[in-house]
C-alpha cells in the first residue's frame, strides 16, 4: 500500500511541475487524518487542486469498498450507515469538518479518523 501512496504523490509531483503547492507532498502519503483531510479541503482555485481532490476521492472510495467488502464478509460490525446516494464528496466535506472541530484528532491514523468522521455524522441505529 505504501508504494501505491509513493507512487500516487510521485505522479502528483511530475504532474504539477513546478507549479506552487498549496498542499505538501507529504500530505499525499495521507498516513494522518489531517493529512487527508488537507487533500479534501484543498481549494478548487490552487494549482494542485485536481492532483488533491482526485487522491482524496480515490482513497475514500477505495476505503469505503474495503470497509464494505468487510461488513459483508462478516469481518467487521457495521459503524457507518450513510444513506443511499452518499457520495465521496460527501464523506470528503465531512472529514474536513470533523477534523476542524477535532484538530485532536489530526495526527490519528487516516483510516481511524475517515471512520470516525463518517460514523459521527452516519451512526448505524
Known amino acids: ?3 501505491l501512496v509513493a507512487a500516487a504523490a510521485l505522479a502528483a509531483t511530475c504532474l504539477t511541475g513546478t507549479r506552487a ?3 505538501s507532498a507529504e500530505d499525499f502519503m495521507a ?3 489531517g493529512q487527508l483531510a488537507t487533500l479534501c479541503g484543498v481549494e478548487p ?3 494542485n487542486a485536481t492532483e488533491a481532490l482526485s487522491f482524496c ?3 475514500i472510495s477505495g476505503a469505503a469498498a474495503v470497509y464494505l467488502e468487510m461488513v459483508n464478509g462478516g469481518l467487521l460490525q457495521r459503524l457507518i450507515c450513510a444513506p443511499e446516494g452518499t457520495t465521496s464528496g460527501d464523506v470528503a466535506a465531512q472529514l474536513v469538518a470533523w477534523t476542524a472541530a ?3 484528532k489530526a495526527a490519528t491514523s487516516v483510516e481511524d479518523g475517515l471512520f470516525e468522521a463518517a460514523a459521527a455524522k452516519w451512526p448505524c441505529p
Open 1 to 3: 500500500m505504501m508504494r
Open 21 to 23: 503547492w498549496a498542499v
Open 31 to 33: 498516513e494522518t487524518t
Open 45 to 47: 482555485s490552487h494549482a
Open 57 to 59: 476521492h480515490g482513497f
Open 102 to 104: 477535532n484538530p485532536d
